[in-house]
């Protein structure tokens, strides 16, 4: 029954997406309460350029993608601070800037390379031990760092202004959040790919907002929702021999679309 368990592969995806699925829960209930479901996939897509880099001259692609995420969310806050540009704008520009740093790196490479094309897509088989140390030390430093200015974050996110008349400075936060969710994003990337990661940063979030009657109880739903989607994913994919980054997503739409009808049928219910 358990012998997945008895792979070291599969233990190493089960820690790494442990870590993540607890990261993207709690980060995706900031990024769902404050409209920027998009980043996810923006930075996501402009990683491209970061990991064709280190795949094509030999060096570690998580780290190197990690640097390259947080310059890119930098450079988004910068566009939105700095000019005139939306979140939108802002995003679609680095977005597409750095898919096409990609693919001129990639038209550069003569061959097929596997590696690269299990970064679109995730694959479980190439988290290795080097990964999961990574995965796992960054993820906990992010963890603390969410714990630490949670109630910053929170105050930010829903008075602004009132955080700033009380002496935080909310630009600080916001560029935390940015920086934070382009390290996740970067992490997550293995495990279900550059092309699905952003619908597992927003659908835990959007699961838990139709159940949750409090910001706290909507960050705990989130991040539970996040590692069932996560865990069901990867075990499902083992036993059905499928990729692994589409049955996340698919178990995590499934679960979306049972809860939505289970909160439609107990509203029609209550009107009954």
């Known amino acids: 029954m358990l012998e997945f368990l008895s792979y070291p592969f599969m233990i190493r995806a089960l820690i790494a997406g442990g870590v993540v699925a607890v990261l993207l829960g709690w980060l995706g209930v900031f990024v769902v309460t404050r409209k920027m479901s998009f980043i996810g996939d923006g930075i996501a897509h ?4 970061g990991i064709a880099l280190a ?3 030999g060096w570690a692609p998580i780290p190197v993608a990690v640097v390259f995420a947080v310059i890119i969310a930098l450079g988004i806050y910068m566009l939105e601070q700095k000019t005139n540009m939306s979140s939108d704008m802002a995003i679609a520009m680095m977005f597409t800037t750095g898919m096409a740093i990609g693919i001129l790196l990639l038209n550069a490479y003569e061959g097929y390379q596997p590696e690269l094309i299990s970064y679109l897509f995730g694959n479980i088989l190439l988290i290795n031990s080097i990964d999961l140390i990574t995965i796992v030390s960054v993820g906990a430093a992010m963890v603390l760092l969410l714990a630490l200015y949670y109630r910053q974050m929170l105050f930010s996110t829903f008075d602004p202004t009132g955080a700033y008349l009380s002496g935080l400075k909310p630009g600080r936060y916001d560029m935390l959040l940015y920086v934070m969710t382009a390290v996740t994003v ?5 495990l279900v790919g550059i092309i699905l ?3 597992l940063l927003v659908t835990p979030s959007s699961i838990a907002k ?3 009657h409090s910001f706290k109880q909507f960050t705990i739903l ?5 590692v ?3 865990y069901v994913g990867l075990i499902s994919s083992y036993y059905l021999d499928v990729p692994s980054g589409a049955m996340i997503i698919l178990v995590g739409t499934g679960l979306f679309i049972c809860s939505l009808l289970y909160q439609t049928l107990v509203s029609q219910v209550k009107k009954g």
């Open 55 to 57: 795949v094509l001259v």
């Open 197 to 199: 990661v952003s619908a």
């Open 222 to 226: 989130a991040v539970v929702c996040a």
């Open 228 to 230: 069932i989607i996560v």
């Open 186 to 190: 970067i992490l997550s990337i293995k």
């Open 210 to 212: 139709l159940f949750a």
């Open 46 to 49: 402009a990683s491209l350029a």
